[in-house]
């Protein structure tokens, strides 16, 4: 889950450079022999009760990822970090997360969302995925597996994407049209925030939502306002023990509640609409996820609603941040526009034949949304509770610590969306090796929306003649 990943974004440069830092990771190699206690390592300062009131007073935690950032270049590429009533440890250098994945058993611990664990154990719901660890996570993950992360799968589902994509772009493409000045200035990311839960429930459930038309229904705009409304009050409440926020944020966990009752009823309206389809015979054609699952039957109708409605809500911000913050470096560095969009124009009929053959047919696409993935991460963080001792930086972490990798650093160490890396990653031919991998996901949906927005032409209109002003509280 990407919660912070509405984060602040800054012109990559002038604020990396930290001129009074030391270079990050210098500690590592004068490390001593012996291992230290747990205690003596750094800790970050400030009160973790004050931090839990900037939560609040901000509503949300935007910020996170720079002044995380800033504390490895003053303390080092580890220290302790206490927010609330949590306690933890911050990494961000390679051999860290090596040594966190050797230690990982099949069964990884990770950090629950506890807003969302308690409105399920309220409402009497089952868990899914992201809210499961143990055996039980592992059981639903590989059940899950061949109808969502496996390549078979990628290639049922990408026709969807794709065609919603080509609504996405004639729907910004008309935008433009209609502006006699043949260019068009707008805060884009409402806009690919709805393309996002229309992929989503497309994908997931085989239906749209009509979120692209000019006058969306009720129900799917209230759809669109109970996730915003879960995101924004996950985020306020998922640093304070509930014995306690229930007494100061009485008013917020009603909101978050509210959502989540919305949500859950429209998945299930979806469900079992699928269900009597399905039962009733009708001719059968792929038409989503969920229905995959239900003819597959390899799990319970309540674990197949908890696990989509996972997916509902992780699909989302997930991928529209990264597409957003894709879209914001190909409008800084025309020159890579201008070469996507010639590959893209080369690739187009072999696409629209076979759309499975975009996540190959369109390599330089494929570095660039990496690229983008590795300086601006789908999530701030990526966490383990680990199981045994284990030494990191040459301090010892007791088993049952919370360890967070902070994916922003690790992926800033170089700082800037570089043209060179993109065609380096082309040449060398490293684009081509995740093919079965999980950012399949990701890289089909973005694949798909970036061809068709670069693909924009009109005899009166410049080439990419689509400008994106980046929305308020991402300053750049």
């Known amino acids: 889950m990407a919660l912070w990943a509405k984060a602040r974004v800054q012109m990559a440069g002038p604020w990396l450079s930290l001129h009074r830092a030391r270079p990050l990771g210098t500690r590592a190699s004068a490390a001593p ?143 433009v049209l209609q502006n006699a000045r043949g260019s068009l200035t707008l805060d884009i990311a409402p806009s690919v925030f709805r393309y996002t839960i229309e992929a989503s429930t497309l994908v997931l459930y085989g239906e749209r939502l009509g979120l692209l038309t000019q006058q969306p229904n009720p129900d799917s705009l209230n759809f669109i306002h109970a996730l915003e409304a879960m995101f924004k009050s996950t985020v306020q409440l998922m640093f304070v023990p509930r014995r306690l926020s229930r007494w100061t944020s009485s008013s917020m966990w009603r909101e978050h509640f509210e959502a989540w009752d919305y949500i859950f009823q429209y998945a299930n309206r979806a469900i079992q609409r699928i269900y009597q389809e399905l039962a009733l015979g009708h ?31 992780g699909s989302v911000d997930t991928t529209a941040f990264p597409l957003l913050m894709t879209l914001f470096e190909l409008a800084r560095n025309p020159e890579v526009q201008q070469a996507l969009r010639q590959e893209s124009l080369v690739a187009e009929a072999r696409i629209s034949e076979n759309p499975q053959r ?25 966490e383990r509770q680990v199981s045994s001792d284990l030494v990191l930086q040459n301090y010892h972490i007791p088993a049952g610590t919370l360890v967070k990798v902070l994916l922003y650093s690790l992926g800033s160490q170089v700082p800037q969306w570089e043209t060179a890396r993109i065609l380096q990653k082309v040449s060398d031919g490293t684009t081509q090796g995740d093919a079965q991998s999980p950012w399949q996901l990701c890289l089909s949906s973005f694949h798909c929306i970036t061809k068709h927005t670069l693909n924009f032409r009109h005899p009166h209109l410049n080439t990419g003649s689509v400008q994106a002003r980046v929305p308020q509280g991402h300053v750049v």
């Open 358 to 382: 975009a996540t190959t047919e369109l390599p330089l696409l494929r570095a660039a949304l990496k690229e983008t993935l590795r300086l601006y991460p789908v999530g701030i963080t990526l």
């Open 283 to 313: 001719p059968w054609h792929y038409s989503g996820i969920v229905a995959e699952l239900l003819m597959r039957a390899d799990m319970t109708l309540d674990t197949i609603k908890a696990n989509t409605i996972d997916l509902t809500a």
């Open 33 to 175: 022999k012996a291992v230290l206690p747990f205690e003596a390592m750094p800790r970050c300062p400030g009160n973790k009760w004050m931090r839990v009131l900037q939560i609040w007073k901000e509503q949300g935690s935007e910020n996170m990822h720079l002044d995380m950032h800033q504390t490895f270049q003053e303390l080092g590429p580890i220290f302790r970090y206490d927010v609330g009533g949590r306690h933890m440890v911050f990494v961000m250098l390679p051999e860290d997360v090596e040594r966190l994945q050797q230690a990982e058993s099949i069964h990884p611990q990770r950090m629950l969302l506890e807003p969302w664990l308690a409105y399920r154990k309220a409402r009497g719901h089952k868990c899914g995925v992201f809210l499961l660890n143990g055996p039980q996570w592992r059981l639903d993950r590989l059940r899950l597996n061949p109808d969502v992360l496996s390549l078979p799968a990628l290639q049922k589902y990408t026709p969807l994407v794709d065609g919603m994509a080509r609504d996405f772009s004639q729907t910004l493409k008309a935008r």
